[in-house]
Nanobody, 124 residues
Framework: VQLQASGGGLVQAGGSLRLSCAAT??????????VAWYRQAPGEQRELVAG????????NYGDSVKGRFAIHRDNANDMVYLQMNSLEPEDTAVYYC????????????????WGQGTLVTVSS
């Protein structure tokens, strides 16, 4: 299984971006695994931004993005998205998608598969 994150770019503060995470090498992957979006700013630790369990009935968000970001899944295409609205310069980071078979946890070592990361830069 390989994860590929995409959709990053440069956006002005207050703008929006949508990140995508695709899983290749297997089908219905996100419906049977927890998927999480993390981000890592320069010099900072990797931070959990959002997570969704396979059933879709539990979603967690990091405190800094609640009300602005939304994670959702397209089952037909086995894709997961992170819709990011009202972006702030503090949201600038490399964003990663990751999956695990258990529940949502902020512990990065618990995730088995990681995408390569996509850079989001928010200008003030």
């Amino acid at each position: 299984v390989q994860l590929q994150a995409s959709g990053g770019g440069l956006v002005q503060a207050g703008g929006s971006l949508r990140l995508s995470c695709a899983a290749t090498g297997t089908g219905n992957f996100f419906r049977i695994n927890t998927v999480a979006w993390y981000r890592q700013a320069p010099g900072e630790q990797r931070e959990l931004v959002a997570g969704m369990v396979g059933t879709g009935d539990r979603i967690n968000y990091g405190d800094s993005v609640k009300g602005r970001f939304a994670i959702h899944r397209d089952n037909a295409n086995d894709m997961v998205y992170l819709q990011m609205n009202s972006l702030e310069p503090e949201d600038t980071a490399v964003y990663y998608c990751a999956t695990r078979s258990g529940g949502i946890t902020p512990n990065t070592v618990a995730y088995n598969y990681w995408g390569q990361g996509t850079l989001v830069t928010v200008s003030s």
